[in-house]
């Protein structure tokens, strides 16, 4: 089991640029989650999948951000443009949907840094 | 309205001593709670859970209580140790199937 796979571990990027975040769930997990960890805010959830389809957005900061899960096993994260406001970690986890009581897995997360 | 609340940012224990973290929620759909350990630059992992039907549940050295009517749960760690070191989140659940999580609680443990 590898676990949960994000990449890149870093990324630095000019104020306006697109970042892509990319994330690939523990195989037969089909629950997908994109979390952000600030200092203000915590570890606040963006959006969740189940078997790839998006069911709550609401967590999304703004239409410059948008995430899509193609496949089971392939998930990204878009800001477009970026802001410094962005800058923060990035998380995602994946969950077998059998259960909502079930623990998340997370990968170990993207650092954004938006100068 | 920030629906999880860990109030302490921060703990430091003596190793050996008791470590108590604490979680308040507001909200009364949630029936399901967790701890998550979080060490610097991973991701959290999965401690300990409890459901709303019970009101305590071990796990060696990890325990974590559950208060429904003051809506507060906590969770002990004894005897602690330097490893124990962490960032703690308590996270609530729903059938809406999505995790509220806290801000955290770093826990120092001293040798």
């Known amino acids: 089991d590898a676990g949960v796979i994000q990449s890149p571990r870093h990324e630095v990027t000019e104020m306006g640029q697109e970042v892509t975040l990319r994330c690939k769930p523990i195989?037969?997990?089909?629950?997908l989650f994109w979390y952000r960890q600030t200092m203000m805010r915590g570890l606040e959830l963006l959006i969740y999948?189940?078997?790839?389809?998006?069911?709550?957005d609401s967590g999304m900061p703004e239409d410059r951000f948008s995430a899509k899960m193609p496949n089971a096993s392939f998930s990204t994260l878009k800001i477009q443009p970026s802001e410094p406001r962005d800058s923060a970690v990035y998380f995602c986890?994946?969950?077998?949907?059998?259960?909502?009581?079930?623990?998340?897995?997370f990968g170990n997360g993207t650092r954004l840094t938006v100068t | 309205d920030q629906q999880v609340k860990q109030n302490s940012p921060s703990l430091s224990v003596q190793e050996g001593r008791i470590s108590i973290l604490n979680c308040d929620y507001t909200n009364s759909m949630f029936d399901y709670f967790l701890w998550y350990k979080k060490y610097p630059a991973e991701g959290p992992t999965f401690l300990i859970s409890i459901s709303s039907i019970k009101d305590k549940n071990e796990d060696g050295r990890f325990t974590v209580f559950l208060n429904k009517s003051a809506k507060h749960l906590s969770l002990h760690i004894v005897p602690s140790q330097p490893g124990d070191s962490a960032v703690y989140f308590c996270?609530?659940?729903?059938?809406?199937?999505?995790?509220?999580f806290g801000d955290g609680t770093t826990l120092t443990v001293k040798p």
């Open positions: 195989s037969g997990h089909n629950s």
């Open positions: 999948f189940n078997n790839n389809v998006p069911i709550d």
């Open positions: 986890a994946s969950r077998s949907q059998g259960s909502y009581n079930s623990p998340l897995h």
């Open positions: 996270a609530a659940s729903s059938n809406a199937g999505k995790s509220t």
